[in-house]
């Protein structure tokens, strides 16, 4: 009497991408285009990496994954940008700081040159300035800080910070103001990082129903072949 054919378990049946005309689960879901402003090919990598941590069983929980894989990405571009939004106010507020200094420098040296114009017999309608402020000079070096403060090379950054406390700024008080303007309805930083709770919630409540899934898989029974 022939052996009975060999039992399939309802998940195994699942599980098997050919089944369902497919090489893989994740040939269901549709073709991310990149997006300006991400890391090129960061979000393939993530995705690659999430996925294989999830490790999606079903058509179903490739689907949900795959939106729980998005949330999260989306989490980490907010978070990129909030802080990205806070670099820029901070180095706003150095770059005024700068040439507001050089503006002062400027005028320092422009009494001086009066002064010593007066002292020598000259008279208020004789003297002109030596020179003129040069704005887009004073700007460029300003931005050349803000630059450096943010370098991953960590002497040029110190050597940075110590220049901007010349100025009269304290990097902890402008980090402060930073956070600060998040309390301004119209703040980028306070836009991202409203949409960084929403994000939160939502992923929350997708992990929830995607570890339901995995929960409701049917149940592998320890023999596969059956004796009759």
């Given at each position: 009497m022939p052996s009975p054919a060999p039992k399939t378990s309802p998940l195994s049946l699942l599980t098997d991408p050919s089944r369902f005309g497919l090489e893989s689960f994740s040939d269901i879901l549709p073709s991310r285009d990149p997006i300006i402003g991400e890391e090129p090919g960061s979000f393939a990598t993530f995705s690659e990496a999430m996925?294989?941590?999830l490790s999606p069983a079903t058509p179903y929980e490739s689907v949900i994954a795959a939106r729980l894989i998005q949330l999260e990405w989306e989490l980490i571009?907010?978070?990129?940008?909030?802080?990205?939004?806070?670099?820029?106010?901070?180095?706003?507020?150095?770059?005024?700081?700068?040439?507001?200094?050089?503006?002062?420098n400027y005028e320092s040296v422009m009494n001086d040159s009066f002064d010593a114009h007066i002292d020598g017999g000259g008279v208020d309608e004789t003297w002109d300035p030596p020179y003129e402020f040069d704005e887009a000079a004073a700007e460029a070096d300003a931005e050349d800080l803000a630059m450096r403060a943010i370098s991953h090379d960590r002497e040029i950054q110190a050597k940075a910070y110590a220049e901007i406390t010349d100025l009269g700024l304290a990097p902890i008080n402008l980090l402060s103001a930073a956070h600060v303007n998040r309390l301004y309805a119209d703040s980028?930083?306070?836009?991202?990082?409203?949409?960084?709770?929403?994000?939160?919630?939502?992923?929350?409540?997708?992990?929830r129903d995607f570890d339901l899934l995995r929960k409701a898989r049917p149940i592998i029974e320890d023999a596969e072949i059956l004796e009759g």
């Open positions: 996925t294989l941590s571009q907010q978070q990129r940008m909030l802080d990205a939004s806070l670099r820029s106010d901070i180095a706003q507020e150095i770059i005024k700081a700068t040439v507001r200094s050089y503006k002062q980028p930083t306070r836009i991202h990082g409203a949409a960084m709770e929403r994000l939160e919630r939502r992923a929350r409540e997708v992990r």
